[in-house]
């Protein structure tokens, strides 16, 4: 069974800090990460994807990647109120166009 | 470019009832996927399509749930008949199979349905 594991939250964080959100994934097979946002009634969005190990920059979003650990993590730096969502780590096992193994998501909170 | 369309966006009906549900996906892109989301949980694969052919339906509960993509491009989605359990989200996503090994999934707005 293949599954992703997350810190449900809330994870508080002041305006302007760094947000450090999480991610395990069980299958060492895997080969594909992604991070998705998803506001309240709305639909997952994508934000990152990252396919080797060590660090991907995208604006003030910074993925990471460690396939010996097993672990995904990405950082917000600058942290905006607008940032509070539910952030969703997903693990896509063998490449490809395979459907993706979520996690249950992380709900940030950033406090002006 | 236009996004994945989905309909309806909402739906209540009672359990033992039957509904269906519609996806578009992004122009040119071939795989399209069906995830539900419970409350609380991160989307669950349900099914995956490349062009009209059935790629991956291990997840989708086939003595209540179905769906077709015929022509390779809209889907429908179906279940017959609803159970309380079955109140979710349900999240069309589309990606670009071009040869790439890794594809990036792109989500429609989802259809929340509420069995009552």
């Known amino acids: 069974q293949k599954e992703v594991e997350q810190n449900s939250g809330p994870l508080s964080v002041p305006e302007g800090a760094i947000a450090s959100l999480n991610c395990t994934y069980s299958?060492?097979?895997?080969?594909?990460f992604f991070w998705y946002r998803q506001y309240s009634g709305k639909s997952p969005e994508l934000i990152m994807s990252i396919y080797s190990n060590g660090d991907k920059e995208d604006g003030r979003f910074t993925a990471q990647l460690n396939k010996a650990s097993q672990y995904v993590s990405l950082l917000i730096r600058d942290s905006q109120p607008s940032d509070s969502a539910t952030y969703l780590c997903a693990v896509n096992a063998r490449g490809g166009a395979d459907g993706l193994t979520f996690g249950k998501g992380t709900h940030l909170i950033i406090q002006p | 470019e236009a996004g994945v369309a989905q309909s309806p966006r909402y739906k209540i009906i009672e359990k033992r009832q039957s509904v269906a549900f519609w996806c578009n996906p992004i122009?040119?892109?071939?795989?399209l996927y069906w995830y539900q989301q419970i409350l609380g949980q991160g989307p669950k694969l349900l099914i995956q399509f490349q062009n009209n052919g059935v790629v991956d339906d291990s997840q989708l509960p086939k003595d209540r749930f179905s769906a077709e993509r015929l022509k390779g491009v809209d889907s429908t989605l179906k279940i017959q008949p609803a159970k309380l359990e079955d109140s979710a989200v349900y999240l069309c996503a589309s990606s670009l199979t071009d040869g790439r090994v890794y594809n990036e999934q792109f989500f429609g707005p989802g259809t929340r349905l509420t069995v009552l």
């Open positions: 299958d060492r097979g895997s080969q594909s």
């Open positions: 122009s040119g892109h071939a795989t």
